[in-house]
């Protein structure tokens, strides 16, 4: 039986890289975001979970809708999918690790290797754009 598990992701861009997370324990990079909550809309489980990870303030009116993307969920069985739908906004603050994030990195094409299945195909379509160098 396949399940999708649904998230939302921001795409913060500078200079060629995307901002990026690890949470405590894990070895793999993570585009921030999260799990939609129920009866959540996509851009409140944005505003939500970004906050919640970085304690930034996504401006609500500036998010647009980057794309969305599935690929084999990373750390889970075979056949489960993740789902990421990805905007990009701009913000208020200075990204700060919090709740489960331990770091937040600036990402380059090189780094493909170290971020999920998911990520990694947003990386290629990041890098195919002139977007990610």
Request: proline residues 5%; aromatic residues 6%; hydrophobic residues 35%.
């Amino acid at each position: 039986m396949s399940r999708i598990i649904d998230k939302i992701a921001w795409i913060h861009l500078d200079n060629g890289k995307i901002l990026s997370t690890r949470s405590r324990g894990k070895n793999a990079y993570y585009i921030p975001g999260g799990k939609r909550e129920p009866g959540e809309t996509d851009l409140d489980t944005l505003i939500r979970e970004i906050d919640e990870e970085l304690s930034i303030t996504i401006i609500p009116a500036t998010a647009t809708h980057v794309g969305t993307y599935q690929a084999q969920a990373h750390g889970h069985a075979e056949g489960i999918t993740v789902q990421m739908t990805c905007y990009a906004a701009d913000h208020h603050g200075v990204p700060t690790p919090s709740s489960e994030i331990e770091e937040v990195t600036w990402l380059s094409y090189a780094d493909r290797d170290r971020v999920s299945p998911v990520d990694q195909i947003i990386f290629d379509h990041l890098h195919q754009t002139g977007q990610l160098h």
